[in-house]
């Protein structure tokens, strides 16, 4: 419908979609406060210091002073819920325990992809969002997941188990509705291949020269976060970051990339697979736990699973 010059259209924010859907008022606050937080992690990447903190995390990653604030804006502003059981995060040994008797936990990776904060890509922060104050459990009882994209633009995506929203965030920081019920079709187009290619099994190799032949285009960019939004946001797509030889568990997290993201991806109609099994039925080993991912249009997905089967077994 046109606008009527000098009139605004009407814009649902997050807040106001949230409450349409009559969603737990306790979780659209957790959700809303990330929001807020993602305000302060994007002015800290556009203006803030790209230096090394010193120290390291879990996984031998060297932190940035980026990565290390991030995760202090974000715990800060779930503590202030007052709602929160537990809080987990990849930038953290351990999980902080808040309130055993809160309503939710959270698992998140405050700054993903922050190697490429210093060549001016786009990063990302991807959360899970649990009932009580247990993180260990298979992805598909996350209550909600969300990633927000620090890219040109600000956005966000968020499914509360009814479907992936994206929102963007305006010249106000609001986050605002672009697109609702997002929905992938069948087969990819593009894809994102994690890895060395030299490393590869004869599946993913088979599955990756297949892609190609079928005229698919590599659409990487080595952020987790922008390269799933690539494909979410395009409506079709495969990402890969699968089993290599000198990596047979993959490189992402479970907790803190691979579970809300196979659930939002799951929720627009695509799969996430760890090459046997759908990622969100895994049962958790630790925090630190990986696996190989396929995640993306569904017959792609399930392509790559028969391949495995056949060929590296
Ligand atoms: O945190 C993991 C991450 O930075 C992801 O954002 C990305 O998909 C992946 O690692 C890239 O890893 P590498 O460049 O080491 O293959
Ligand atoms: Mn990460």
Redesign the pocket.
């Given at each position: 419908m046109p606008i009527e010059p000098g009139k605004t259209p009407f814009q649902v924010d997050l807040r106001l979609h949230l409450r349409e859907r009559d969603e737990d008022r306790d979780l659209t606050r957790v959700i809303c406060e990330l929001a807020t937080a993602s305000r302060y992690i994007i002015h800290s990447i556009r203006t803030g210091e790209l230096g090394v903190a010193g120290t390291s995390n879990l996984y031998g990653e060297s932190q940035l002073k980026l990565d290390v604030l991030a995760d202090r804006i974000i715990r800060k502003r779930m503590l202030h819920t007052g709602v929160i059981a537990a809080i987990a995060s990849?930038e953290r040994e351990e999980i902080q325990v808040v309130d055993p008797d809160g309503k939710f936990s959270v698992a998140f990776?405050p700054l993903?992809?922050?190697?490429?904060v210093d060549v001016n890509l786009a990063v990302g922060t991807i959360v899970g969002i649990y009932k009580g104050n247990d993180v260990f459990k298979p992805g598909r009882e996350m209550v909600a997941a969300l990633y927000i994209l620090y890219g040109p633009r600000c956005t966000l995506v968020y499914s509360t188990g009814h479907g992936t929203h994206e929102f963007a965030m305006n010249a106000l920081m609001e986050y605002t509705l672009v697109q609702e019920n997002i929905q992938m079709a069948e087969k990819a187009n593009i894809y994102a291949p994690?890895?060395?290619r030299n490393q590869y099994s004869p599946a993913v190799e088979a599955f990756v020269s297949h892609l190609e032949e079928r005229g698919s285009k590599l659409r990487y960019s080595?952020?987790?976060?922008p390269?799933i939004n690539q494909i979410l946001i395009k409506g079709q797509g495969v990402f890969l970051?699968p089993h290599l030889r000198n990596m047979p568990r993959g490189?992402?997290?479970m907790l803190y990339?691979l579970n809300p993201m196979a659930f939002l991806v799951e929720q627009a109609g695509g799969a996430a697979s760890n090459g046997h099994q759908p990622i969100l039925d895994i049962e958790l080993e630790g925090i630190d736990h990986c696996e190989p991912v396929f995640i993306g249009s569904k017959a792609d997905v399930a392509k790559v699973e028969g391949l495995i089967k056949t060929l590296d077994s």
């Open positions: 990849e990776d993903d992809g922050s190697s490429l994690g890895g060395i080595g952020g987790f976060v390269d970051y490189k992402l997290r990339e």
